[in-house]
């Protein structure tokens, strides 16, 4: 098993940043990729960037040039630095994680207010 729990979230203004936070623990030796998901009301959850152990990185177009995904294997954290944050980025962002099977945070509310 492996467990993510992601402090952080938050309101931010339109043109603002925000760093999302996730730390993994359980078998975490077992974990490949990571990455961040989000859903907005009345959507399907959607991916918005994952990045394997050995750091290569995938974003969704929407976010290209605005997010930065990143991770830290020794500490088994993974981040998603978010600049120039539109209304649309609204959203509960829900970290992810890989093994033989996908494992979920329990999701973290980004709100930015137009």
């Known amino acids: 098993q492996v467990q993510l729990v992601e402090p952080g979230g938050g309101s931010v203004p339109a043109g603002g940043s925000l760093r999302l936070s996730c730390v993994a623990s359980?078998?975490?030796?077992?974990?490949?990729?990571m990455g961040w998901y989000r859903q907005a009301p009345g959507k399907q959850r959607e991916l918005v960037a994952t990045?394997?152990?050995?750091?290569?990185?995938n974003y969704a177009d929407s976010v290209k040039g605005r997010f930065t995904v990143s991770r830290d294997n020794a500490k088994n954290w993974v981040y998603l630095q978010m600049n120039s944050l539109k209304p649309e980025d609204t959203a509960v962002y829900y970290c992810?994680?890989?093994?033989?099977?996908?494992?979920w945070g329990q999701g973290t509310q980004v709100t930015v207010s137009s």
């Open positions: 992810n994680a890989r093994t033989s099977r996908p494992y």
């Open positions: 359980g078998i975490i030796f077992r974990i490949n990729d």
């Open positions: 990045i394997t152990r050995g750091g290569s990185t």
